[in-house]
Every structure is written in structure tokens, then in C-alpha cells.
């Protein structure tokens, strides 16, 4: 008896470990599920490439990281069921849920986890005569693509210096082609609001160097004050990209979001990958060690889902 008893327990145990993690809740569709993600030299979609391989490994699924313009269109296909997930900056995410900005009407999106910081890069050549927002007035500079985040940010923060956005020619490139274009000297600079190091500009960094330009700490109270007061003033260290001193700048909170009718299950679920599997995904995406259960659930003005509140409130029991 005993040994059939273990050898029972043994096939069990192997064939949950060929399916993962064990099983999945219900809600889970046969469909192939996507990830809004980004442009494919940015943290979104690593993150968001790293987190499907996860998801598709523990709970036998077919889910893929889709490339996106950003926080702005990845809200807008989370909303409408195009994509089951999706990332977006914190003020994007505010504005979404408020039907403001670059949303005609509220969305009916919600947080399933705060992930980590996003910093405002401006970047130029190191070889540019540019070294304040206001040498940008009547340059070739990419503030981002047509509904991305970047562009909300970038647009706050040169009305913030009295910087006339329309003086400036905007080409609106994603991050891959503000890069070659710098690297072309066909543009002068571009924003980029990112993880750090975003991969895609350190890449740049080794064979062009760069500078960042300075964002003055009074321009972020303003744009602070004017905007949910969804950002705060922090700084570039060091080293980063080689630059040689560190430079104060904009950082603005990240959040994996998910439509307000996803299964309770189904972002249980993504939260036991996300948090099982961070220090795995952090070897790729160094941004994924900053996920922490503490810091996770503070999304306001955008709610947490119903799913997300009940697995924080299962792992302090």
C-alpha cells in the first residue's frame, strides 16, 4: 500500500511540474492572450516578452508580448479586449481612468501591480550644442510616438520651461527610430521615458556617446502639481550611459494593468508568475528586481482589481 501510495504521489507531482506551477484558474480562455507592450528596444516589451514565456510555461498557455507605441495605445487595446495586459505610465493610467487627456472618456481599465520607476531621458549627442530644453526651440527633436507616453510627458514638461512645443519639428518616432536618427544626425535629441538602463540607449551609448539634458526640479513641482500628482523629482546616476555627472529629471510610477471584467483568477494567476518568477526575469530586465509586495498595491487614482486585492491580502495572512 505504502508503495503504491508513493508512487502515486510521484506522478502527481510530475505531472504538475510539466504543467508549470500546478494548475490555473478558471477564466483563462483557449485563445492566444496578448501583453501590450512597446517598442521592441524598450523595458515594456522585454518585460512584457519575459512575463508571457512565464505565463505560457506555468499554466500551459499560448500568451505572446505584442509590440505597441506605448503607455497611450497600450490602454486603449487593454480597454477594448484586444490585449489581456498591458503597461502603462502612471499618468497615462490616471488620465485613462478619468476620461481626460488623450482619452475622449473613461476606460475601464484597473492596476493589477505597480512595478517600478520610469525616468524622463532626453537625450542628445554628446557632440551637441544643446544643453538646456530651451536650445531645443526650432530643433529636429522626437518627443515620442503618436500615443505613447512619452509624448504626454514630454509635451507637460516643455509648457513646464516655457518651451513653445510647436517651434519644435517632431517627427513622433517610437524609441527605435529616435535612436537611429540620432545615431544619423537626421534628428537633435529625443525624449524617452523609461526603465533604467533602458537597453536600447545603452546599446546607442557604446557606439555614439550622449548626453542627458537636465530637467530642473521646479519644472517637475509644476507639472506635479498641474497633473494627479502621478510624478517626482529624482536623478541619472553616474555612469549611466557614461554620462559623467548625474543629471535631475522626472521619474514617474509603471503599472501592468489589465479591463476591469478580467477573471478574479486570471490576475492571481499573473501575480504568482510576476512575483515567482522576478528574480528570473531580473537577470533579463534588471527593473524587475524593483517589484515588491509593500510598494505593489499603490496605484491610486487608478483601482486595483478585485483579483489583485484579494492575492495581496492572501499573502499577509
Given at each position: 500500500m505504502t508503495r503504491r501510495l508513493v508512487a502515486a504521489a510521484l506522478v502527481l507531482v510530475t505531472a504538475a511540474l510539466a504543467t508549470g506551477c500546478g494548475g490555473r484558474s478558471d477564466g483563462w480562455g483557449a485563445e492566444p492572450t496578448s501583453i501590450a507592450g512597446g517598442g521592441p528596444d524598450g523595458v515594456y516589451f522585454a518585460?512584457?516578452?519575459?512575463?508571457?514565456?512565464?505565463?505560457?510555461?506555468r499554466?500551459?498557455?499560448?500568451?505572446s508580448a505584442e509590440q505597441t507605441a506605448g503607455s497611450v495605445d497600450n490602454l486603449l487595446r487593454v480597454a477594448s479586449g484586444e490585449s489581456l495586459l498591458g503597461f502603462a505610465q502612471g499618468d497615462a493610467a490616471a488620465d485613462a481612468v478619468a476620461g481626460v487627456?488623450?482619452?475622449?472618456?473613461?476606460?475601464?481599465?484597473?492596476a493589477v501591480a505597480r512595478l517600478y520607476d520610469e525616468y524622463l531621458h532626453v537625450?542628445?549627442?554628446e557632440d551637441s550644442d544643446i544643453d538646456q530644453l530651451a536650445d531645443l526651440t526650432g530643433r529636429t527633436v522626437s518627443l515620442g510616438a503618436e500615443n505613447s507616453g512619452v509624448n504626454v510627458i514630454a509635451s507637460r514638461v516643455l509648457d513646464a520651461a516655457d518651451v513653445d512645443v510647436a517651434?519644435?519639428?517632431d517627427p513622433q518616432l517610437g524609441l527605435g527610430d529616435s535612436i537611429r536618427a540620432l545615431e544619423d544626425s537626421t534628428i537633435d535629441g529625443f525624449f524617452w521615458v523609461g526603465g533604467i538602463p533602458t537597453?536600447?540607449?545603452a546599446e546607442l551609448a557604446r557606439t555614439t556617446p550622449v548626453r542627458l539634458l537636465p530637467i530642473e526640479q521646479g519644472w517637475v513641482a509644476d507639472v506635479n502639481e498641474r497633473y494627479s500628482h502621478a510624478y517626482r523629482q529624482a536623478d541619472l546616476p553616474v555612469g549611466l550611459y557614461g554620462i559623467a555627472e548625474s543629471e535631475p529629471t522626472l521619474a514617474v510610477p509603471n503599472y501592468l494593468v489589465t479591463a476591469a471584467d478580467t477573471p478574479?483568477?486570471?490576475?492571481?494567476d499573473v501575480l504568482d508568475a510576476l512575483f515567482g518568477a522576478r528574480t528570473s526575469i531580473a537577470h533579463d530586465v534588471p527593473v524587475a528586481a524593483f517589484l515588491d509586495r509593500t510598494q505593489a498595491i499603490f496605484t491610486g487614482p487608478v483601482p486595483l482589481h478585485p483579483g489583485a486585492v484579494e492575492y495581496f491580502r492572501s499573502q499577509r495572512d
Open positions: 518585460y512584457g516578452t519575459r512575463l508571457a514565456e512565464e505565463l505560457s510555461a499554466f500551459d498557455l499560448d500568451v487627456g488623450a482619452f475622449a472618456e473613461p476606460l475601464p481599465v484597473q537625450v542628445v549627442r517651434s519644435i519639428d537597453p536600447g540607449i478574479d483568477g486570471v490576475v492571481r
